[in-house]
């Protein structure tokens, strides 16, 4: 389960739990790994999920492959329900069947969400096709968190390829930021106007750059009338509908992201078990934070928004 968002519950009391474990975390599967890794990091609880994949897979198949994920994910947090809540996983190349299995995570399960991959096999999840799947998560009101998929043009362009791991370190925020631009112009977000969407890795590229699209706006021509059609400017979804993880890893990334969507848009997060260097104390030490901005993106959002009982 690689990704997770984290709530920290009392900011004081978990740097100190940090502070009395010493030594190397396993990062990896297994419980006891994952749990030592969270009292390390002074954690209470995770949002565990699956990164989507097997979108290729048919219906039948799907069904099955889904049912079992999300009966894992259940049993993980029936096992420690002071610790996890869980986000199902879902079969969205079939959007009928992932209405219904959202349905069923949500109302029998006891998921909190549900995690989707940023395209479905070259198909953007802004179509209409999908318009089933968003008014269902609409219906239930629960928070989908979106995550990198491996697409052509983004993670896998082949102008990525050579050092630096570019289809990851570049590719990954640039599928995230395509997937929710598409949202936003092809007038998803308007259609439902109570989906609440997070996006991986602190929204990809387009939470720190709206005035980009803000300015498309002020436009003539063609790309103003895209614009016309819309409720809002793009920047305004993300004050609206639109939330985002901490992976930002600079202080003053972190500064630039609350002045552009706010405190209450951002919730902390590891990418779990992957090694990228985070940790609370880059949340806890941040400067240009208040003490009430640092506990709404330690954990106080996601209380809210994933029903959590503190």
Known sequence: ?????????????????????????????????????????GIDYQAINVNAWGYN???ALARDLIQLQNE?????VAAHPDRFVGMATLALQHPDL???????????LGMRGAAIGGSIEGQEAADRKFDPF????EELGVMLFVHPQQAPGTTQNARLQGRGGLGNTIGNPLETTVFLSHLIFEGTLDRFPGLKVCGAHAGGYLASY???????????GANGDDCRALKRKPSEYFRSQLYIDSMIFREDG?????????ADRIFYGTDYPFDWPVGIDFIVNA???TDTQKEAILGGNLVKLLNIKA
Not at 9 to 28: M, S
């Open 1 to 41: 389960m690689p990704e997770v968002w984290d709530l920290v519950k009392d900011t004081p009391l978990a740097a100190a739990a940090k502070d009395n474990l010493t030594g190397p975390i396993a990062l990896g599967p297994g419980m006891a790994a994952r749990l030592q890794y969270m009292d390390k990091e």
């Open 57 to 59: 897979a048919d219906r």
């Open 72 to 76: 894992k994910i259940a049993q993980a």
């Open 98 to 108: 992932a209405a219904e299995q959202l349905d069923f995570a949500v109302r029998k």
């Open 134 to 137: 968003w008014a269902k998560a």
């Open 210 to 220: 709206t005035g980009r699209s803000d300015a498309l706006c002020g436009r003539g």
């Open 254 to 262: 972190l500064r630039h992201l609350v002045a552009e969507v706010g």
């Open 287 to 289: 400067r240009s934070l």
